[in-house]
């Protein structure tokens, strides 16, 4: 059973650009969440996807927007990046969600690096 | 609001001697708990789950924790730690409403030979 898989893999992109990761969950999950890495403030929640409706979302500005396809395939999008979006974004897919005490599964992550 | 406070950033054993990674929880309603590992350049492998079904859980590569309601605790156990234990580990809790893990900030593990 494949894992939950995110593209690209590393990324650089420059200030004021966008940028589009993309997360394929594990095959039978329906919710997907993106969570954001850095080293000064930890692992941080960016939003939950379930059945292609946003269902939660964590303190981001309005730059950080995502989206779920029919398939459950889910993509973020970054707009206008700064400097601080550099950082190691996580997707990670269950069953249900994590409110339910499902088991979580996170991807290898996407380093995103803004210069 | 839920949280986690990962007690020590950094924990040194030697190689065979006792791993214990500290996790304390914050939760108004009955949490679930997790236990995940991050090694460099990867993303979170989980280690081990409570949801309340027992109090000791198990989890893969020798690793347990134990709930305690009492002392809002989830400490991570490992009796003889191995050099490829050496990551960074990551108590986390959801539950309730809340729709997402909160995690802890992270201890790093070395493992001295």
């Known amino acids: 059973k494949a894992g939950v898989t995110q593209t690209p893999r590393y990324l650089i992109k420059t200030r004021g650009q966008q940028v589009t990761l993309s997360c394929s969950p594990i095959?039978?999950?329906?919710?997907v969440s993106w969570y954001q890495q850095t080293p000064g403030q930890g692992l941080q929640f960016l939003f939950e996807?379930?059945?292609?409706?946003?269902?939660n979302k964590g303190n981001f500005p309005g730059r950080f927007s995502g989206r779920q396809f029919s398939n459950s395939r889910s993509e973020m999008n970054v707009s206008t990046l700064e400097l601080g979006d550099s950082a190691l974004y996580l997707c990670?897919?269950?069953?249900?969600?994590?409110?339910?005490?499902?088991?979580?599964?996170f991807g290898e992550g996407s380093w995103l690096t803004v210069v | 609001a839920q949280s986690v406070t990962q007690l020590g950033s950094h924990v040194s054993v030697s190689e065979g001697a006792l791993v214990l990674l500290r996790c304390n929880y914050s939760s108004s309603v009955p949490p679930y708990l997790f236990w995940y590992v991050q090694y460099p350049n990867q993303g979170l492998q989980l280690l081990l789950k409570?949801?309340?079904?027992?109090?000791l859980v198990k989890g893969i590569n020798g690793f347990e924790a134990e709930f305690k309601k009492s002392e809002t605790s989830f400490h991570l156990t490992k009796p003889s730690a191995h050099m490829s234990d050496a990551a960074e580990y990551f108590c986390?809790?959801?539950?309730?409403?809340?729709?997402?893990?909160?995690f802890g900030s992270g201890t790093q593990l070395t493992v001295l030979p």
């Open positions: 990670a897919s269950s069953l249900e969600g994590s409110s339910s005490g499902n088991t979580i599964y």
């Open positions: 986390a809790v959801s539950g309730g409403s809340a729709r997402q893990l909160t």
């Open positions: 996807y379930f059945s292609e409706t946003q269902r």
């Open positions: 409570y949801t309340s079904a027992a109090t």
């Open positions: 095959s039978g999950h329906r919710s």
